[in-house]
């Protein structure tokens, strides 16, 4: 079928917002439902039926939902992975629907794609720590690592969680992030993306601490969990840090 696009690719749009409409479909198309492309048609009508990014290909149309995605802004602290090797930049997936871009220069100094190979620096499935330096809905988002703590994570554990859940995670004036690095006595990076960094003395603390974030996660909504935390942290690791079995 022929589509008329009313929308720009990489739009972002809510649920009823019309997407296309189509064109010499020989009848009209009441109502029809296509759920694994998060649209409706309604009366030849492609309509959004959830908050997401649209994603137009040729003749086709889809919408990219935004619940646990990432949209990328300015000078967001974020966690990539190295999902492709270029000649001159890698591309990082940092959960959202838009790539991020690591220019070469940022992690070569003299940078010369004649005699350098950027696989001798990061590799695919590596893990980055960066910022979100550049970014619009015309280009894919270009990441820094010039900073303190930016670059290639060579060490500790990273974990994911919903990036709708991280305020929860960080709570309200930082309560939650001062919670978790004082009694468990790590380091902790949270990105805006989702991805946490740990650094803890022992395994023990990262296992603890892990299921502390993901009891975060699942029971963001309920009332007392900065109380319920505590407790769970006090439990697992008292005052010397050893877990109950």
């Known amino acids: ?13 809510r649920p009823g917002d019309i997407l296309a409409y189509i064109e010499e479909a020989g009848e009209v198309i009441k109502f029809k439902k296509i759920p694994d492309k998060h649209v409706y048609i309604f009366n030849n009508k492609i309509i959004s039926d959830v908050v997401g990014v649209v994603n137009v ?14 949209v990328p802004r300015k000078d967001d602290l974020i966690i990539g992975i190295v999902e492709n090797v270029g000649v001159t930049a890698w591309t990082l997936d940092i959960r959202s629907p838009y790539p991020g871009v690591l220019n070469a220069g940022e992690v070569i100094e003299g940078f010369n794609p004649l005699t350098h190979n950027l696989r001798n620096y990061l590799d695919i499935g590596d893990f980055v720590a960066g910022r979100v330096a550049l970014f619009d809905r015309n280009r894919d988002p270009v990441i820094t690592v010039k900073g303190k703590g930016l670059g290639k994570i060579t ?11 991280v305020p ?4 309200k004036k930082g309560s939650m992030y001062n919670l978790l690095t004082s009694m468990s006595g790590c380091e902790i990076t949270i990105a805006q993306n989702g991805f946490v960094w740990l650094k803890c003395p022992d395994e023990n603390r990262v296992k603890v601490l892990i299921q502390a974030i993901k009891l975060i996660e699942l029971k ?9 935390v505590k407790m769970f942290l006090e439990r697992k690791l008292g005052g010397g840090g050893s877990s109950e079995q």
């Not at 929860?168 to 709570?171: C, Q, V």
């Open 1 to 13: 079928m022929k589509l008329k696009v009313i929308v720009a690719d990489r739009q972002l749009v």
């Open 57 to 70: 290909s040729g003749e086709d149309i889809q919408v990219i939902p935004l619940e646990g995605v990432y």
């Open 155 to 165: 060490e500790g554990v990273v974990v994911d969680v919903k990036p709708s859940k």
């Open 168 to 171: 929860r995670l960080i709570g």
């Open 220 to 228: 963001a909504h309920m009332r007392g969990l900065t109380e319920e």
